[in-house]
């Protein structure tokens, strides 16, 4: 790990982006409390999963965090004849009065996941126009020739915009490999994928400190009243029901080679 002035550089050294990203994100806070605003460059890491993970910290003290990573080349702009970006999420936290984060915002740049994509295949089942489209650019319903193709970026063109800058922070200014470059994530051909992220940490304090903790009590009231709410601001506990077989297959593989739980 290396700082300079405001900045932060971690190699992730080919592995998970999350111990990189958990060591170097003391030092982004203490930057950003000093100087108003800091950033963190992570290099040649694998997947780093949900962003929202990695900005939460941020929030919980006290700033705004955001943070963007490049991924394998799955996705294009209407009408390419290749993928050209990867899903290339985007992450932001807002910090409340409460302590816990205010916003919460995580979401990938691609209209559908390449996972939804496979079980629409596997289950011989059409998608829907605007999710893929074939090898020629060309919009397709069937999942087999969308997955040979590309996915669509959320939006059209202005997704497509925001894939490409999230491209030109994750991974051309970190020094990462671009989506074209990247291996695949789900199997081992062709060595570590070496994707970036970057995260920005902005200190309110610094700025309109009174005014913003005003302005985000007048966003939560406004959403509640208009009856929405704001992303990652739900206000209550829910349950997740998780099918039994697949319960099952999740406990089996969390455990060791002789049959006993490795926590």
Known sequence: MTTRGVTVTVDARSGFAHPAIAAGTPVLIDLARQAGLAAMAMRNSYNCLALGHHVRPLADAGLIGICVSNAPASVAPPGATQALSGTNPLAFAVPSKEGAPAIVVDQSMSAVTKTEMILR????????????????????????????????????????????????????????????????????????????????????????????????????????????????????KQRVFVDADLWKKAVSLSESKDGRNPC
């Open 121 to 236: 295949r596997d289950r011989g089942e059409a998608i829907p126009i605007g999710w893929a489209q074939d090898g020629n650019g060309q919009p397709t319903t069937d999942a087999t020739t969308g997955l040979e193709g590309s996915l669509l970026p959320a939006g059209g063109r202005k997704g497509a915009n925001i894939a490409l800058l999230v491209e030109i922070l994750a991974a051309a200014l970190t020094g990462s490999a671009l989506s074209t470059e990247a291996s695949a994530f789900g199997n081992d051909e062709g060595g570590p994928p070496h994707v970036g992220q970057f995260l920005i940490a902005i200190d309110p304090g610094h700025f309109a400190a009174d005014r913003f903790c005003e302005a985000m009590d007048d966003l939560v009231a406004s959403h509640g009243a208009a009856g929405v709410r704001l992303p990652g601001h739900s206000g209550r």
